[in-house]
């Protein structure tokens, strides 16, 4: 099953220069992937209060062609691949304008149980079985990020608030892509063109926390991490660009 939209950018979804880029992708993406299992009756606006379970996305990866105005419509598409894991499952997006792709991607996700702390199974929701769909995305697999800090710097900290958070309590995944375009200012930004970027969470934060940012630039591939107790990664990212 594809699930399709089409949407006008709005300028709260443009960067500073005036123009849709990685942030706003990534919450088209996210949007995206929630109505997806909204659609089917197994998204987040009922699993909690039905089973006292939650998606958790665990891992993003956005390829970027071009940036868009507020001109014209975008269209975006969504599938689950096939796939055999009983706990995991992809989500593939392109966006596109004119028929050029603008964006395309994938975000992993997996299911939480929140009175139990743990992971569960698909089968624990009743998830369908027969929703795959045969369907190339050109994008490559997840790769290994990097989860020490040698050789990164710090840049600065974040304390988690009150709109950081989302349904679950903790902070949304969204918040983090703010966290870390925010270790660069807007020279560098305006210089540097976002080709691809990777996003992996290894653990949650909630309301209150710290988050420590350290970053290490090779030129034109950057790591970065959040850090929490100046120990434990909470996420790790990869931006490639030009």
Same mark, same amino acid.
């Given at each position: 099953?594809? $699930?399709?939209?089409?949407?006008?950018?709005?300028?709260?979804?443009?960067?500073?220069?005036? =123009?849709?880029?990685?942030?706003? =992708?990534?919450?088209? $993406?996210?949007?995206?992937? /929630?109505?997806?299992? &909204?659609?089917?009756?197994?998204?987040?606006? /009922?699993?909690?209060?039905?089973?006292?379970?939650?998606?958790?996305? /665990?891992?993003?990866?956005?390829?970027? #062609?071009?940036?868009?105005?507020?001109?014209?419509?975008?269209?975006? +598409?969504?599938?689950?691949?096939?796939?055999? #894991?009983?706990?995991?499952? &992809? *989500?593939?997006?392109?966006? #596109?304008?004119? @028929?050029?792709?603008?964006?395309?991607?994938?975000?992993?996700?997996?299911?939480?149980?929140?009175?139990?702390?743990?992971?569960?199974?698909?089968?624990?929701?009743?998830?369908?079985?027969?929703?795959?769909?045969?369907?190339? #995305?050109?994008?490559?697999?997840?790769?290994?990020?990097?989860?020490?800090?040698?050789?990164?710097?710090?840049?600065?900290?974040? *304390?988690?608030?009150?709109?950081?958070?989302?349904? /679950?309590?903790?902070?949304?995944?969204?918040?983090?892509?703010?966290?870390?375009?925010?270790?660069?200012?807007?020279?560098?930004?305006?210089?540097? *063109?976002? +080709?691809?970027?990777?996003?992996?969470?290894?653990?949650?934060?909630?309301? @209150?926390?710290?988050? &420590?940012?350290?970053?290490?630039?090779?030129?034109?591939?950057?790591?970065?991490?959040?850090?929490?107790?100046?120990?434990?990664?909470?996420?790790?990212?990869?931006?490639?660009?030009?």
């Amino acid at each position: 099953m594809i $699930f399709e939209k089409t949407y006008l950018p709005q300028f709260r979804d443009a960067d500073r220069d005036g =123009y849709v880029g990685l942030r706003g =992708y990534m919450n088209y $993406f996210q949007d995206m992937a /929630t109505h997806y299992m &909204h659609n089917i009756q197994k998204g987040n606006d /009922t699993l909690p209060e039905e089973y006292g379970i939650v998606w958790m996305y /665990t891992k993003y990866k956005m390829h970027i #062609s071009r940036k868009v105005g507020f001109t014209g419509e975008l269209n975006m +598409e969504t599938w689950i691949p096939a796939e055999k #894991s009983p706990a995991v499952i &992809h *989500q593939n997006l392109f966006i #596109s304008q004119n @028929g050029e792709v603008c964006a395309r991607g994938c975000v992993e996700s997996c299911l939480y149980h929140l009175a139990k702390k743990r992971l569960v199974r698909l089968k624990e929701i009743g998830f369908p079985d027969d929703i795959a769909e045969n369907k190339e #995305s050109g994008i490559p697999g997840f790769q290994k990020l990097p989860v020490d800090l040698e050789g990164m710097e710090y840049v600065y900290t974040h *304390q988690v608030r009150y709109t950081d958070l989302d349904k /679950t309590g903790h902070m949304t995944n969204l918040k983090y892509v703010d966290l870390f375009l925010n270790a660069f200012d807007s020279q560098f930004m305006e210089a540097f *063109q976002i +080709e691809e970027f990777e996003l992996h969470f290894l653990d949650q934060c909630f309301e @209150g926390e710290d988050l &420590h940012v350290y970053k290490k630039d090779l030129g034109g591939k950057i790591f970065l991490a959040a850090v929490h107790d100046d120990q434990v990664p909470c996420a790790a990212a990869d931006i490639r660009g030009k």
